[in-house]
């Protein structure tokens, strides 16, 4: 994308949607009918091909666009295996609630033939799991990491430092540590604030407090989270915007901080943030 247009366009999809198909069969040939080179995901392969038109199946890693059709978890999931690569990611609708996709299909070939989006650079955090002072691993989120107890519920006691100044201990079944695009996701169901998506901040919602004077927390991008879990009886586990997972034991800590790394989302010119909150709440 050297001239501010797009021209090689990948799409990957998550074919377990009823809707996908569909969509796929009107969107890959509005992308070839308005030129562009579209480039399928490798999995499509032998299970979707368009009714008229050539496509390359396999991604390459200069394309301009990913387009990623299925749900907000699909999303999610893509945005992490694109997440080195320059290319913008558009989510196109194939399932229920969604902030991260667009439902105007028919619509898509014809309003990036004409320039009418725009990109959103969406914060991520980090976490690093330390055992002991020894980094030991690290994961990376766009809406959230959630730190809770394995099993059965068990409550656990919650040790939180930011930029190393101590949070009141608290029992609670865990934590959720979101993005302002994770706002509209779990910590929201947990009764966490909305966040207007581009800002930068971090969200700190408890998971059922076994207190009423604990509230969820916002704080600046900029600090960095110690959090420490005393689990008890119960194992506790670490998970990555509802994808994956990591034990956390007794003698780790978690710091969670902004990334370095960003989302660029591709929206619709008239994409307004309240008028979704009006519509899916």
Do not use: C
Not at 3 to 13: L, S
Not at 114 to 139: C, L
């Amino acid at each position: 994308m050297t001239d501010g247009k797009f021209h090689r366009i990948g799409v990957v999809a998550n074919l377990t949607k009823e809707e996908t198909v569909s969509i796929l069969r009107t969107l890959v040939p509005g992308l070839l009918d308005n030129d562009f080179l579209v480039y399928l995901d490798q999995e499509l392969e032998g299970r979707f091909a368009p009714d008229r038109g050539n496509v390359q199946y396999g991604i390459p890693s200069d394309v301009d666009l990913v387009i990623a059709v299925g749900g907000d978890g699909t999303i999610l999931n893509y945005t992490r295996v694109f997440l080195e690569t320059e290319a913008p990611i558009l989510g196109l609708k194939g399932g229920t609630l969604g902030f991260l996709t667009e439902g105007r299909i028919d619509r898509v070939a014809q309003w990036l033939r004409e320039g009418r989006f725009q990109i959103q650079k969406r914060m991520r955090i980090e976490a690093t799991i330390f055992r002991g002072e020894a980094r030991d691993r690290q994961f990376n989120a766009l809406n959230e990491f959630v730190i809770h107890g394995y099993g059965y519920s068990r409550m656990v006691m919650v040790h939180i430092d930011v930029d190393g100044k101590r949070l009141r201990p608290f029992s609670a079944d865990g934590i959720i540590v979101a993005t302002p695009t994770g706002s509209t996701a779990y910590s929201l169901s947990a009764g966490g604030p909305l966040l207007e998506p581009t800002i930068e901040a971090i969200v700190i919602t408890p998971l059922s407090p076994h207190t009423m004077r604990l509230r969820p927390i916002v704080t600046d991008a900029r600090q960095k989270l110690s959090i420490r879990v005393l689990s008890g009886r119960t194992e506790i586990v670490v998970t990555v915007d509802g994808q994956r997972g990591s034990r956390l034991y007794a003698d780790e800590h978690l710091v969670v901080s902004r990334s370095e790394k960003y989302t660029r989302l591709l929206v619709p010119q008239d994409y307004d943030f309240f008028a979704l909150l009006n519509e899916k709440l």
